[in-house]
């Protein structure tokens, strides 16, 4: 594919990347501004906030599968023209169900569009251009990490909540647009094609990930002893039992379990979830600690992240040959033990710190994940070309639910120091304050362990050639 055609792709890649994780995060700040317009209750507050990523966690294995059955294209295109027409909807809504519904819907088609396009980087683009695709990517989603909190207090205090959704409009038809420089299929898939899609696998899966999400989320936010929530971590652990038990028996499943034998994969998944336990715990609560503690607006609490987003931007090109020189195994390794330390240096910083005393940490958080960014690619190296799909579903949906175990961890460890330090006399900043540093500890605890996972699992091996690679693929190799 010559340079020309990848291109567009590339920026596609970019785009999508880009306004699906911005979800995650631009709703946020807008969302008292939601309940005042729509007289929500609390309860209908945290749906609005939960829902995207709830639907979206819960049907990425589908939505890697269809990748496979369907080809990237169609499943790329559908994914967005669902998550856009949402996201209108979401802006017209007119009361607490109906968004509710448009998020849900929202997290639905962002499910298609994240395992196709990680399936188009593996099969649509040279070798040597994937791991630069990977790192626009890993680059799009921290910008939208950082910018989310800025653009959702800016767009919400000029113009109203209602443009927080509106904006992914544009983003939407411009992903759109972009996409017709996917190849399309060689051979077009029949209607027999969705016929051979595991439904009861999608249907088990789509529970054990919902609950398992969900009474996280909860769990984090109102403790592990409170009602449904262990009676949803139950019900995911029976239901995800019962989705191995059929994936052993079936033909033609949702989810190849032996995939997992592939010590890229099952290392380098492993290792996306550690990661993500730290990133997700220092965006979510940090932006708590900027405005509860130390009194900073919506606005400024975003712009605080900037750094971190700029430092990963402008030293992700130089991840690739890094490892060339150096060994993957040792360069994504090495940007685990920086973000790993930054998480420490963050936790440090006490009651009367600035903006500027948070950058250190930040920065070391941007540039160890910008040295990260080849494990994605890493992973999917060995994957046979014609479960890339299916294997991307894998690695976005453990990066998903990493997420939410990084709030909910960091939560828990947070509000149990919180609440003993209040018990004890002191006042509520040091209270909350000694819980986040507590917390982004033991986050820094399992990006290590990350570290070490990575180190042992992406050490260089001759494998065997799997089907859709060459033996002049250099990631068959590193």
Known sequence: MDRVRTLPIMLGIAVTG?????????????????????????????????????????????????????????????????????????GLAANGPTLIAARTVQGAGAALVIPATLAVITGHLPAARRSLAVGLWTGALAVALALGPVLGGF?????????????????????????????????????????RLDVPGVVLSSAALYLLAYGLLEGGAHGFTRWPVPQCLFAAA??????????????????????????????????????????NGVFFFTTLYLQQVL??????????????????????????????????????????????????QVSATGLRTSCLGLQPGLLLIGAGSALTTPLTIRSLASVPASRNGMASGVVSAAREISGVFGI???????????????????????????????????????????????????????????????????????
């Open 238 to 279: 029976l239901t995800g039992r019962l989705f191995v038990a059929l994936e052993i028996r079936r033909a033609v499943p949702l989810l190849e379990l032996g995939l997992f034998r592939d010590r890229l994969l099952s290392g380098g998944t492993a290792a996306q979830v550690l990661w993500g336990i730290g990133v």
């Open 155 to 195: 767009i919400t205090e000029r113009w109203g909540w209602r443009w927080v959704f509106f904006l992914n409009v544009p983003f939407g038809v411009v992903g759109l647009l972009l996409s017709g420089a996917v190849p399309a299929a060689v051979r077009r898939p029949g209607p027999s094609a969705l016929r």
């Open 18 to 90: 880009f306004i699906t994780t911005l979800d995650n995060t631009v709703v946020n700040v807008a969302l008292p501004s939601v309940q005042r317009a729509l007289g929500l209750d609390l309860p209908d507050l945290e749906w609005v906030g939960t829902s995207y990523v709830l639907s979206f966690g819960a049907l990425l294995l589908a939505g890697g599968r269809l990748a496979d059955l369907l080809s990237c294209r169609p499943v790329l295109i559908t994914g967005l023209t669902i998550f856009t027409a949402a996201s209108v909807a979401g």
């Open 295 to 344: 009194g900073f607006s919506a606005t400024k609490a975003g712009l605080a992240f900037l750094p971190l987003a700029l430092a990963l931007l402008a030293l992700t090109p130089f991840a690739e040959r890094l490892c060339a020189v150096w060994g993957a195994h040792r360069v994504i390794a090495a940007g685990l033990v920086l973000v790993a330390w930054g998480l420490v």
């Open 408 to 478: 909910a961890l960091v939560g828990v460890v947070l509000t149990h120091t919180r609440n003993a330090e209040l018990a004890a006399g002191s006042d509520p900043r040091t209270a909350f304050l000694d819980g986040y540093a507590s917390g982004l500890r033991l986050a820094a605890g399992c990006v290590l362990c990350g570290a070490l996972v990575t180190f042992l699992a992406l050490r260089r091996r001759t494998p065997a050639v799997p089907e859709g690679r060459t033996v002049g693929d250099p990631l068959s190799l590193k």
